[in-house]
């Protein structure tokens, strides 16, 4: 693996591997010392040209638990909106001597971009990228299902995932059906027609305009999706309270799930919105539980990449 | 001046034949040609070669004035005549816009100074291609540049009453509205075709809807005033239909296709490559054999190169970030000659119809798109269809670098274009004109 663009990149096995090696840096992190030293020397460049400060954190975290140096480059409000290219950006980084580079961007492709225009030559993670995809947010929610729903092992296959909200806009949904079918899990599509993509029907996945039908059909997690609020005003749907009560996860809709269903949610969450209170705080919610698996991903991902490379080197 | 006696060329594509070329005429064909030249005449052994008319494009963007760094009026024209062109419409969206008297004849005459093609400026419909005034349409229309073809392009003239008076008001002098046809509050941000493939890496679709329901409109209006219409680069399945029945109800529409819309698919977004994006979108592969049918049964009128050269920092960056538009002069009729001529749907006179007397019909050129004949001007193209090429954007007389066939295999190649009996390209080679080297000495 060269670098991580979408989870399209991932097959069945490299997936399962990179979990396995999710659990492994997991294990490491209950020790009193949380270091490794597998990166050491070694530079990475958390390129965020969007505000995310949760997955920033996340992957500083990462990079740093395996000994590597972070640089953050924050170039949102600095030179690259004054017309800085994202070439221009990237040769610096070359200068600067990155070994790897965790992009975020608001233009989807940006990444892939940067992965293949002979820019640099650094391996590229993908921090999320326009409506396109975020490979890690995916990697992490299936981490924390399989640690839910399959004993932390193997794949998920047979179990039953349901996506709601707004899939159009959103990278999570599309990197999440992806990996998910890829892990053998059966995914279910929930929202209102005018925030699902035309051409979503070639996606592997079932799509329903149905919530309270689609938690009847053997739940094993809904994952809800943040909705902006901007999209009311761009009408795709009237009224956040019509949102709320066709696509909400409400107590009663909670109520009705099985008792091993789990509630994930990528974060930040409107509650209110797209999920109510009761549904964010009960005990089958993972939304915590994610921002510490995603640390575990991130180190995996980050070492898969780059300390694959050195034993390379150190074979040759 | 010492003319061309160009021996054993195939016109058309149909028998062999010499042909004379002098005093900006065809003086001679046949067996005449050869008794008729004289020992001053240069010869070109055409064996192999077909002869076109001169070709004509309907929609080109030269840059200047306003953008010199992606393309001038020299640079453009020079291309135009390596693609075998002898006249091209240089399109309105320059700055300043060319849409007052003054600025179309600045267009025109630094076409005739540069003297690789015939430059027939466009003249913009709105002021400022704003879509709120007339332009000055007739003035442009008496100018020295003698506008017939008037057009937004780039901008849709999207208000129907605006649309509607251009088409009445520009009967008075024959001409024509040439419509970017693009819903634009149905395109707000859009990147790429809507479908399958957008939904997919996520880029805001541009959905064909936005392109048929204008053209719906617009044959409805030019039926309804008796106007004329052209549309512009024509795109999807659905666009085919809508001209088709609009011919068939007798509406004085006519349509064109790029060569791109010919053989591109939005498959190649999947790259993320900003060479691919441009305005209308690369659509399906349905469309695309869509638009090659309509081609083919003359439902599209003609074939137009779009040409639009921008550059490399708006191309060499994020997808979202890059300029809509490819090149296209240098390779439009190899792109036809693979599509229609290979696939078994065109002759070469379908071909010389649809690059040639079609659009100069359409335009109201006249000089061009003449037939192959004693006493007609000498504006003749030699192509050579067994040649392979490898396309390479940096050997291209055109300024700019984005072709999106850059390392693809086409065939034919332009080996001569004469301008008025003049060879602007002689053997592959630009010629600079001689009223140009004789200014330089
Ligand atoms: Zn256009």
């Given at each position: 693996?060269?670098?991580?663009?979408s989870?399209?990149?991932?097959?069945?096995?490299?997936?399962?591997?990179?979990?396995?090696?999710?659990?492994?840096?997991?294990?490491?992190?209950?020790?009193?010392?949380?270091?490794?030293?597998?990166?050491?020397?070694?530079?990475?460049?958390?390129?965020?040209?969007?505000?995310?400060?949760?997955?920033?954190?996340?992957?500083?975290?990462?990079?740093?638990?395996?000994?590597?140096?972070?640089?953050?480059?924050?170039?949102?409000?600095?030179?690259?909106?004054?017309?800085e290219?994202?070439?221009?950006?990237?040769?610096?980084?070359?200068?600067?001597?990155?070994?790897?580079?965790?992009v975020?961007?608001?233009?989807?492709?940006?990444p892939?971009?940067?992965?293949?225009?002979?820019?640099?030559?650094?391996?590229?993670?993908?921090?999320?990228?326009?409506?396109?995809?975020?490979?890690?947010?995916?990697?992490?929610?299936?981490?924390?299902?399989?640690?839910?729903?399959?004993?932390?092992?193997?794949?998920?296959?047979?179990?039953?995932?349901?996506?709601?909200?707004?899939?159009?806009?959103?990278?999570v949904?599309?990197?999440?059906?992806?990996?998910?079918?890829t892990?053998?899990?059966?995914?279910?599509?929930?929202?209102?027609?005018?925030?699902?993509?035309?051409?979503?029907?070639?996606?592997r996945?079932?799509?329903?305009?149905d919530?309270?039908?689609?938690?009847?059909?053997?739940?094993?997690?809904?994952?809800?999706?943040?909705?902006?609020?901007?999209?009311?005003?761009?009408?795709?749907?009237?009224?956040?309270?019509?949102?709320?009560?066709?696509?909400?996860?409400?107590?009663?809709?909670?109520?009705?799930?099985?008792?091993?269903?789990?509630?994930?949610?990528?974060?930040?969450?409107?509650?209110?919105?797209?999920?109510?209170?009761?549904?964010?705080?009960?005990?089958?919610?993972?939304?915590?539980?994610?921002?510490?698996?995603?640390?575990?991903?991130?180190?995996?991902?980050?070492?898969?990449?780059?300390?694959?490379?050195?034993?390379?080197?150190?074979?040759? | 001046?010492?003319?061309?006696?160009?021996?054993?060329?195939?016109?058309?594509?149909?028998?062999?034949?010499?042909?004379?070329?002098?005093?900006?005429?065809?003086?001679?064909?046949?067996?005449?040609?050869?008794?008729?030249?004289?020992?001053?005449?240069?010869?070109?052994?055409?064996?192999?070669?077909?002869?076109?008319?001169?070709?004509?494009?309907?929609?080109?963007?030269?840059?200047?004035?306003?953008?010199?760094?992606?393309?001038?009026?020299d640079?453009?024209?020079?291309?135009?005549?390596?693609?075998?062109?002898?006249?091209?419409?240089?399109?309105?969206?320059?700055?300043?816009?060319?849409?007052?008297?003054?600025?179309?004849?600045?267009?025109?005459?630094?076409?005739?100074?540069?003297?690789?093609?015939?430059?027939?400026?466009?003249?913009?419909?709105?002021?400022?291609?704003?879509?709120?005034?007339?332009?000055?349409?007739?003035?442009?229309?008496?100018?020295?540049a003698?506008?017939?073809?008037?057009?937004?392009?780039?901008?849709?003239?999207?208000?129907?009453?605006?649309?509607?008076?251009?088409?009445?008001?520009?009967?008075?002098?024959?001409?024509?509205?040439?419509?970017?046809?693009?819903?634009?509050?149905?395109?707000?941000?859009?990147q790429?075709?809507?479908?399958?493939?957008?939904?997919?890496?996520?880029?805001?679709?541009?959905?064909?809807?936005?392109?048929?329901?204008?053209?719906?409109?617009?044959?409805?209006?030019?039926?309804?005033?008796?106007g004329?219409?052209?549309?512009?680069?024509?795109?999807?399945?659905?666009?085919?239909?809508?001209?088709?029945?609009?011919?068939?109800?007798?509406?004085?529409?006519?349509?064109?296709?790029?060569?791109?819309?010919?053989?591109?698919?939005?498959?190649?977004?999947?790259?993320?490559?900003?060479?691919?994006?441009?305005?209308?979108?690369?659509?399906?592969?349905?469309?695309?054999?869509?638009?090659?049918?309509?081609?083919?049964?003359?439902?599209?009128?003609?074939?137009?190169?779009d040409?639009?050269?921008?550059?490399?920092?708006?191309?060499?960056?994020?997808?979202?970030?890059?300029?809509?538009?490819?090149t296209?002069?240098?390779?439009?009729?190899?792109?036809?000659?693979?599509?229609?001529?290979?696939?078994?749907?065109?002759?070469?006179?379908?071909?010389?119809?649809?690059?040639?007397?079609?659009?100069?019909?359409?335009?109201?050129?006249?000089?061009?798109?003449?037939?192959?004949?004693?006493?007609?001007?000498?504006?003749l193209?030699?192509?050579?269809?067994?040649?392979?090429?490898?396309?390479?954007p940096?050997?291209?007389?055109?300024?700019?670098?984005?072709?999106?066939?850059?390392?693809?295999?086409?065939?034919?190649e332009?080996?001569?274009?004469?301008?008025?009996?003049?060879?602007?390209?002689?053997?592959?080679?630009?010629?600079?004109?001689?009223?140009?080297?004789?200014?330089h000495?």
């Open positions: 693996m060269r670098h991580l663009l989870t399209t990149d991932l097959d069945r096995d490299a997936a399962v591997a990179l979990l396995d090696t999710a659990e492994a840096m997991a294990q490491t992190q209950s020790r009193t010392i949380k270091k490794l030293p597998a990166l050491r020397g070694l530079t990475i460049v958390n390129l965020f040209f969007e505000d995310s400060t949760r997955t920033r954190i996340s992957f500083e975290a990462a990079a740093k638990r395996l000994s590597a140096d972070v640089i953050n480059f924050s170039a949102k409000g600095s030179s690259v909106s004054k017309g290219s994202l070439k221009d950006t990237a040769q610096t980084l070359r200068a600067i001597g990155a070994d790897a580079v965790v975020r961007h608001p233009s989807s492709g940006a892939h971009r940067l992965a293949h225009a002979g820019w640099i030559d650094t391996p590229v993670v993908n921090a999320g990228d326009g409506m396109h995809q975020h490979p890690t947010q995916a990697l992490l929610d299936a981490f924390t299902l399989r640690r839910h729903l399959a004993d932390g092992r193997g794949d998920l296959a047979g179990r039953h995932v349901v996506v709601v909200g707004d899939v159009l806009h959103s990278r949904a599309r990197s999440n059906v992806d990996l998910l079918a892990l053998g899990a059966r995914v279910t599509l929930v929202a209102p027609p005018t925030l699902l993509p035309i051409g979503v029907e070639s996606w996945c079932a799509v329903t305009y919530l309270d039908a689609a938690l009847t059909d053997d739940v094993d997690a809904v994952m809800m999706l943040r909705v902006q609020r901007e999209r009311m005003t761009s009408g795709f749907f009237p009224s956040e309270r019509e949102y709320a009560r066709r696509y909400g996860l409400d107590g009663t809709r909670l109520g009705r799930l099985s008792d091993h269903a789990l509630v994930l949610h990528p974060g930040p969450m409107n509650r209110g919105l797209e999920i109510s209170a009761e549904a964010a705080d009960s005990p089958r919610s993972t939304v915590v539980e994610q921002v510490a698996n995603g640390v575990s991903v991130r180190m995996a991902v980050l070492y898969t990449l780059l300390a694959g490379d050195l034993a390379g080197e150190g074979d040759a | 001046m010492p003319g061309y006696l160009v021996r054993s060329v195939a016109p058309l594509g149909a028998e062999r034949t010499d042909l004379l070329l002098r005093d900006g005429v065809v003086v001679a064909l046949g067996r005449d040609a050869a008794s008729q030249a004289g020992s001053e005449d240069t010869v070109i052994d055409a064996d192999g070669l077909v002869a076109l008319p001169g070709l004509v494009d309907l929609h080109t963007h030269l840059r200047e004035p306003g953008r010199e760094d992606t393309e001038t009026v640079s453009g024209t020079r291309a135009a005549a390596a693609g075998g062109f002898t006249a091209v419409h240089a399109m309105a969206n320059t700055a300043p816009v060319a849409d007052t008297a003054g600025v179309v004849e600045q267009v025109w005459r630094l076409g005739r100074d540069a003297g690789w093609a015939d430059v027939r400026p466009v003249g913009a419909v709105t002021i400022g291609l704003a879509g709120e005034r007339l332009a000055e349409l007739g003035a442009m229309a008496t100018s020295a003698a506008v017939r073809v008037f057009s937004d392009d780039g901008r849709c003239v999207w208000d129907p009453v605006l649309m509607r008076r251009a088409l009445e008001y520009t009967k008075a002098f024959d001409g024509v509205v040439a419509q970017h046809a693009q819903e634009p509050r149905l395109t707000v941000d859009a790429m075709h809507e479908g399958v493939v957008s939904a997919e890496i996520g880029l805001t679709g541009w959905p064909a809807v936005a392109e048929e329901a204008i053209i719906a409109r617009d044959v409805l209006l030019a039926e309804h005033v008796g004329r219409l052209h549309v512009q680069h024509l795109s999807t399945a659905g666009s085919v239909e809508i001209i088709r029945w609009a011919k068939a109800r007798g509406i004085a529409v006519t349509a064109e296709a790029t060569p791109h819309h010919l053989l591109l698919t939005d498959e190649l977004a999947r790259s993320y490559d900003p060479v691919y994006k441009v305005n209308p979108p690369l659509r399906t592969a349905e469309d695309v054999a869509a638009v090659r049918a309509g081609l083919a049964d003359g439902t599209i009128d003609v074939v137009a190169t040409h639009a050269p921008h550059a490399v920092q708006d191309k060499d960056c994020e997808w979202a970030a890059a300029a809509f538009g490819m296209g002069l240098e390779t439009c009729l190899a792109v036809v000659q693979q599509v229609m001529v290979e696939e078994g749907s065109f002759t070469w006179a379908d071909v010389a119809r649809v690059l040639s007397h079609t659009p100069a019909r359409i335009g109201r050129v006249t000089d061009h798109g003449r037939p192959i004949a004693v006493g007609e001007p000498a504006n193209t030699l192509v050579d269809p067994a040649a392979r090429r490898t396309i390479d940096r050997v291209q007389q055109t300024a700019s670098r984005n072709s999106p066939f850059a390392g693809r295999e086409l065939p034919g332009v080996r001569w274009t004469f301008l008025r009996g003049r060879a602007t390209i002689a053997d592959t080679v630009a010629v600079l004109a001689p009223s140009r080297t004789g200014a000495a």
